[in-house]
């Protein structure tokens, strides 16, 4: 009994030991795959252009069943509508406490560009379009289908990841073009609507400091989320192994992954645009 612990403990060690290397290894194959992601887009884009546009179109709108309810994009706007109305909800009683309700408007204007529709879009996006893009391309490489594509000729790489990454990039434009008009939306219809604030109040401070600026750094960072997430489900789908249990521990690997990644992305981005201080001045 005593040997026996002995060794098991031995090969716990051993294993805690190649945990960093192991780690660094699979860093180095992500780094190499999406190297090999961005190295194949112009083929992709020249050679399998009609697959690039039906796969922009599922990712918007669905298929099949999702396609009633718009895919995609219902979930996208749902999720930042409710992220626009918690915003003005908050900032409307937080503000309130100290008498300067009114600038609801600012609150909105600032929090809405800056944090929440970047994070929510985000979220969505890694929930909905990377995990569909995972279960596919882990789906066709269990069921060899993938080695079936390389076998006639065609670049696996290219045909089903390159088009991946290249359809969520630009899909992710009109996606949160709506996802951020409808965090507007959702703060102005709740301060308005619900808690009785005048139109012009709000309006007022609302489009004071709303700033361009501000808007054209978040979809800069919608697209580098956008980036980020759809490599690395690809990477996840692509290298699935195991058979249909092996496809859903890849997808929620995938998900855990693309999710630290999207705060990150936000958290980063945020410190190179703004700096420490916000690179805001609020004077009277």
């Known amino acids: 009994m005593t040997v026996t612990n002995s060794l098991t ?70 999720m930042t509508f409710a992220g626009g109305t918690l915003a003005a909800i908050q900032g409307f009683n937080s503000l309130g406490n100290i008498g300067v309700e009114a600038l609801t408007g600012f609150f909105a204007a600032f929090c809405n560009v800056r944090i929440m529709a970047p994070v929510v879009a985000g979220i969505a996006l890694a929930a909905t379009i990377g995990a569909g893009a995972t279960a596919q391309l882990g789906a066709m490489r269990i069921s060899e289908e993938i080695d ?9 790489m290219s045909y089903l990841v390159s088009t991946r990454a290249i359809a969520g990039i630009v899909a992710i434009i009109p996606l949160y073009s709506m996802a951020v008009i409808m965090s507007f939306l959702a703060a102005q219809v709740t301060t308005t609507g619900i808690y009785g604030q005048s139109a012009g109040v ?78 805001f001045n609020l004077a009277g």
């Open 9 to 78: 403990g031995k090969r716990r060690a051993s294993k805690v030991a190649a945990a960093p290397l192991r780690f660094l290894e699979s860093l180095g194959e992500q780094a190499v795959f999406f190297w090999r992601t961005i190295r194949f887009t112009p083929h992709a884009l020249k050679t399998y252009s009609r697959e690039t546009l039906r796969l922009i179109a599922e990712i918007g709108m669905g298929s099949g069943a999702l396609a009633v309810i718009g895919g995609t994009v219902a979930i996208v706007g749902f």
């Open 148 to 156: 079936a594509l390389e076998v006639t000729g065609i670049r696996s």
């Open 202 to 279: 709000y309006n007022h401070y609302f489009f004071t400091f709303l700033r361009t600026s501000d808007l054209f750094w978040s979809f800069l960072e919608a697209l580098l989320m956008a980036t980020v997430v759809m490599l690395i489900h690809c990477y996840y789908g692509y290298n699935a192994a195991g058979g249909p249990a092996g496809v859903g521990e890849a997808v929620g690997r995938a998900v855990r992954t693309s999710l630290i990644a999207v705060v990150m992305v936000v958290l980063f981005a945020s410190l190179a645009i703004y700096g420490t201080s916000g690179n």
